[in-house]
C-alpha cells in the first residue's frame, strides 16, 4: 500500500491507528498514530512501495529497538513483511535545540548540561554498535517531562542513505556542532540540518565559538574544536562520543529548566531525510569526507560578539514548524516606543496599572491599621508569632529514607514463577545505573498470561511515612507503576497509595495516607520491546514513624 493512498483512521498490524500526517516527503511519510492495545500515542513512518532503502530502515528500527538509555527515542516496532512496511517509534514532546536557541544561546552552563547528556547517550548507542551520523539541532529535545531526548539513532541515516568509514568521529563532529550552537546560537554544519544562521567564517575557517559568544570559557571552547577536529595547541582531538562525554565531566554545568515549553509534539524522525554536509573538519575517510580546516588564530571575527540575552541574528528563514519540534513560544510584551496618547493599547495598560497601584496603596493602608491584630491560626497580621496564643506546628520535611533491603515479588498465575526476579533485587538500593533488576522476557503486555504483575519490595527497617518515591525505569516507553505500601512484605498486605506513568527517573507521589514498614513499587504491565519490567534505583522520601 503506498503512503499516498493511506488515510487517517488507517490500523496498520491491527493496532496502530493513523490519525495524522505530519510530513511527506523523500518517499515516506510520518504519522502521529494511537497505538490502541497500550492506549498511547506513537510516531509511525510508512513508506511508498518505490522506496529503495525499506529493509534498512527497518533492519536499522529493529536493531536500535535494542538500546535501552532513556535519553534516546525508543523504537518499539518495524515490520516489512506485509502490504504494508512500517517503523513505529516513542512520540516526544518537547522543544529542539533548534527552538530553544531561536530564542537566544544557552547559558554555558546550560548548554555544557544538555550536550553533556547528549554526548552520554550516543556513547551508549556506540557501545551497542550503533551510531547517528546525521546530528543536527532538531535532534536534540527537552522534553515536558523534563528529560533529555536524542532522535533518530541508526534510523535517520538509513532513511537519508547515510553511511561512515569512521562513525564514531563523525558523532563527535556532530556533537560539536551542536555544542557550537547551543553555545552560540549559529550553526557549523550543512545548513539543510537548521534553520539557524550560519556559523561566521573567516579566510573559510569557523570561527571558534569564544569569537562569537563573550562568555565562553576556554575550557568549552577547546572542547568544541577538538570535537570538530580542529587544532588546539596542546590537546589531541576528541575521537568518540565516549571521549566528549568524559571532557564534559569536568565542565560546569547548570540545571535546566523542569519542563520545556508546552505546545506540540514531537515525533522521532526527519521529515525530509537529507545527505548532510560535513561539519567543518570532517574527516577524509568518510563518505562525506572533506578536509579538517584549522581555526582561525584569536583575530578579531568579522561581526561583534552578541551578548546573552540579546535578540539572535534573524535566520534567512524563519524556522518551519516540523514533526519534531515545536513551534517556539514568543515573548509577550509591549512593542513601540510611543508614548501612552499614541496607542490605545498603552493607554488601557496605563489605566489598569493605575488602578493595581490604588489596590495596593489601599491594601497596605488596610494592613497597617491592623499590624499587631492576630489571625486565627496563631500569627500576627504582620507575620510574627502572637506569644499568647498556641502556634501550629510545622509539618515535617520529608527526607531520603535509608531501605535496610530489598526482595522480589511476584503474582503468578497457574503456578509459574519468573526465575529472574531474584538474582539482583538489592541493585534498586545501590545508586548505581549500570546494575538494575528486571524480569524474564516475556511474548506480550499481559506478561504472557503467565503473571499478573511484579515488583520489588524494600524493607524500611521500620514503620515510616512515605511522601514521594523516584523511580529510575531504564525504559523509554511510559508505563504504569503502582506504589504500595504495608507492614507486611505479602501484597495482600500492600495498598496502593498512589500511582505514575513515566520512564526514565520520575516520582511517585503517595496520594494518600502512607504508613508501613514496607513499600512495593509494582509493574502490571511490563515494556515493549522484550516485555520486561525493569528497574534500576528507587529511592524513598518522607518521616519516621
Known amino acids: 500500500m503506498s503512503t499516498s493512498v493511506i488515510e487517517p483512521g488507517t490500523r496498520l498490524a491491527g493496532r496502530y491507528r493513523l490519525e495524522e500526517r505530519i510530513s511527506d516527503s523523500g518517499g515516506s511519510a510520518q504519522w502521529k498514530a494511537i497505538d490502541e492495545i497500550l492506549a498511547r500515542a506513537v510516531a509511525v513512518r510508512t513508506f511508498d512501495p518505490e522506496f529503495p ?5 527497518v533492519r536499522s528500527a529493529r536493531a536500535a529497538a535494542r538500546l535501552t538509555d532513556p535519553r534516546l527515542t525508543q523504537v518499539f516496532d518495524a515490520d516489512d513483511s506485509g502490504e504494508s512496511a512500517y517503523v513505529v517509534s ?7 535545540l533548534e527552538q530553544m536557541l531561536a530564542k537566544a544561546p544557552l547559558e554555558p552552563g546550560r548548554a555544557a548540561t544538555l550536550l553533556y547528556e547528549a554526548a552520554e547517550a550516543i556513547a551508549a548507542a556506540h557501545a551497542a554498535g550503533l551510531s547517528h551520523l546525521c546530528l543536527s539541532p532538531r535532534d536534540l529535545v527537552w522534553t515536558t517531562g523534563g528529560t533529555v531526548k536524542l532522535l533518530g539513532v541508526a534510523t535517520t541515516a538509513a532513511l537519508a542513505d547515510v553511511r561512515s568509514a569512521e562513525p564514531a568521529r563523525d558523532d563527535v563532529r ?6 557550537y550552537a547551543a553555545l552560540t546560537a549559529h550553526w557549523p554544519g550543512d545548513p539543510k540540518l537548521s534553520a539557524l544562521p550560519a556559523a561566521p567564517v573567516a579566510d573559510g575557517v569557523v570561527r571558534a565559538p ?3 559568544q563573550a562568555g565562553i570559557s576556554h575550557a568549552v571552547d577547546a572542547i568544541v574544536c577538538r570535537a570538530l577536529g580542529l587544532p588546539v595547541p596542546g590537546q589531541e582531538p576528541l575521537t568518540s562520543p565516549a571521549d566528549f562525554a568524559k571532557a564534559m565531566r569536568g565542565v560546569p554545568r547548570t540545571p535546566l529548566p523542569l519542563f520545556a515549553g508546552l505546545g506540540g509534539v514531537h515525533s522521532p524522525a526527519p521529515s525530509a531525510p537529507t545527505r548532510p554536509a560535513p561539519p567543518p573538519g570532517a574527516h577524509a575517510a568518510t563518505t562525506r569526507a572533506a578536509r579538517p580546516t584549522a581555526p582561525a588564530s584569536h583575530r578579531q571575527a568579522p561581526q561583534q560578539p552578541r551578548q546573552r540575552g540579546a535578540a539572535p541574528a534573524p535566520a534567512p528563514h524563519a524556522p518551519r514548524a516540523r514533526h519534531d519540534s515545536v513551534p517556539p513560544t514568543s515573548p509577550v510584551g509591549l512593542q513601540g ?7 490605545p493599547l498603552n493607554r488601557a495598560l496605563l489605566g489598569v496599572a493605575a488602578a493595581a497601584a490604588t489596590v495596593i496603596v489601599g491594601l497596605s493602608a488596610w494592613a497597617i491599621g491592623n499590624l499587631g491584630g492576630s489571625s486565627d491560626d496563631g500569627t500576627s497580621k504582620a507575620g510574627v508569632t502572637d506569644p499568647g496564643r498556641p502556634t501550629a506546628s510545622p509539618s515535617p520535611t ?3 529514607l535509608e531501605a535496610q533491603g530489598a526482595s522480589a515479588l511476584e ?4 503456578g509459574s514463577h519468573d526465575t529472574s526476579i531474584g538474582k539482583n533485587p538489592e541493585a534498586v538500593l545501590d545508586g548505581k545505573s549500570s546494575t538494575q533488576w528486571q524480569t524474564q522476557t516475556y511474548t506480550s503486555s499481559n506478561f504472557g498470561n503467565l503473571s499478573n504483575g511484579f515488583g520489588v519490595v524494600l524493607d524500611m527497617g521500620k514503620q515510616v511515612k512515605v511522601d514521594h518515591v523516584v523511580v529510575d525505569a531504564p525504559v523509554s516507553a511510559s508505563v504504569p507503576i503502582q506504589l504500595r505500601i504495608g507492614d507486611s512484605n505479602s501484597l495482600g498486605a500492600l495498598r496502593v497509595v498512589g500511582q505514575q506513568e513515566g520512564s526514565g527517573q520520575f516520582t511517585i507521589k503517595a496520594t494518600r495516607e502512607a504508613r508501613g514498614q514496607y513499600v512495593l513499587i509494582w509493574f502490571t504491565t511490563p515494556v515493549p520491546p522484550g516485555f520486561k519490567a525493569k528497574l534500576n534505583d528507587v529511592t524513598v522520601y518522607g518521616t519516621a514513624g
Open 210 to 212: 569564544r569569537q562569537v
Open 398 to 400: 520529608a527526607t531520603k
Open 174 to 179: 556532530g556533537l560539536g556542532g551542536l555544542l
Open 337 to 343: 516606543t510611543g508614548s501612552a496618547s499614541r496607542s
Open 411 to 414: 503474582d503468578p498465575k497457574r
Open 53 to 57: 532503502r525499506v529493509a534498512e530502515v
Open 90 to 96: 516513542e512520540w516526544v514532546s518537547g522543544e529542539t
